[in-house]
């Protein structure tokens, strides 16, 4: 069985962005088209309705989290067509947003407000991809969309499945005792984080690593295991997986939470993840900075 087509669904953010640019290079022959997810669209609030909601919900300690996780890399995506002029050449793969590395390898791109929708279904029409690979896309896909691609879906997430299910499943770890972390790859399903799991990790990671430089850790480890998993459907076709109870959605960390992280000494974000997310665009990432290499 050759390689299959992938149609590739991110919302590029600190904790995947250098993961997921070097799985796009890496694998251009066989992506399809890219779907980018439009983070501030409508249907989810907008831009001001989804910082209320985190607000209402976590307190104002979560602002530093959203700034550097999402904030930060959104707005330099958007300038990086000028910063980019100034930045040290050659710029890497990591340095490079998906939409500008998509357009230098004639992969089609589009904008996604609605995975259910019919743009994204014109889309796999179009391009008749076999499979979905979700690398840190934060909508849900039905299971009618699923169905539009012939061998499904699978999902990188930095949880050991079925633990942590849910949008930020580092911080959740991080709050624990003893702390587990992992990553997993698994099909997807229309519900969130509960397709059966392919391939699974745990992770030792350095003493100290925040809750946003644990994601990022994990999810260049998630995309050597969808690597693995991606050669397995190659050569053997789609594996059932091993499927596991459902354990509770873990969703944003409430302000007790955070208040119960802080006064452990256990951070959500840091002064390295800030520098990473200043420096995501156009600049290789410091030797001193986290990087994938460090505590692997």
Do not use: W
Not at 83 to 105: D, N
Not at 131 to 158: E, K, M, R, W, Y
Not at 215 to 244: F, N, Q, W
């Amino acid at each position: 069985m050759s390689p299959p087509r992938l149609a590739l669904f991110v919302l590029e953010a600190l904790p995947n962005a250098r993961a997921v640019r070097q799985f796009l290079v890496d694998h251009a022959a066989e992506i399809a088209f890219v779907g980018l997810s439009n983070a501030e669209r409508p249907k989810a609030g907008g831009l001001f309705g989804q910082i209320g909601r985190h607000v209402r919900r976590s307190g104002l300690s979560i602002l530093p989290y959203l700034i550097v996780n999402f904030g930060l890399p959104d707005l330099s995506n958007a300038l990086f067509p000028l910063l980019g002029r100034f930045a040290p050449k050659p710029i890497p793969v990591s340095g490079t947003p998906l939409r500008t590395l998509c357009e230098r390898h004639g992969i089609p791109v589009m904008r996604v407000d609605d995975v259910n929708g019919v743009e994204v279904a014109d889309a796999f029409a179009a391009h008749r991809p076999d499979l979905i690979v979700s690398f840190h896309f934060d909508q849900i896909f039905s299971a009618a969309t699923l169905t539009l691609a012939p061998l499904g879906g699978v999902n990188v997430h930095p949880s050991l499945l079925p633990r942590h299910r849910g949008p930020v499943p580092t911080v959740h770890s991080l709050a624990e005792d003893p702390q587990a972390f992992g990553v997993t790859v698994h099909r997807l399903v229309a519900d969130i984080d509960a397709g059966a799991i392919l391939e699974q990790e745990a992770a030792t990671l350095p003493a100290g690593t925040s809750a946003s430089g644990a994601s990022v850790l994990l999810h260049e480890r998630g995309r050597k295991l969808l690597d693995h998993v991606l050669a397995t459907i190659a050569r053997d076709g789609m594996p059932p997986g091993r499927l596991v109870p459902r354990l509770p959605y873990c969703p944003f960390p409430d302000a007790a939470l955070l208040r119960s992280l802080r006064r452990r000494g256990r951070r959500v974000t840091d002064a390295h993840d800030l520098s990473d997310a200043l420096r995501l665009n156009g600049f290789s990432p410091r030797e001193d900075m986290r990087s994938p290499s460090r505590g692997a």
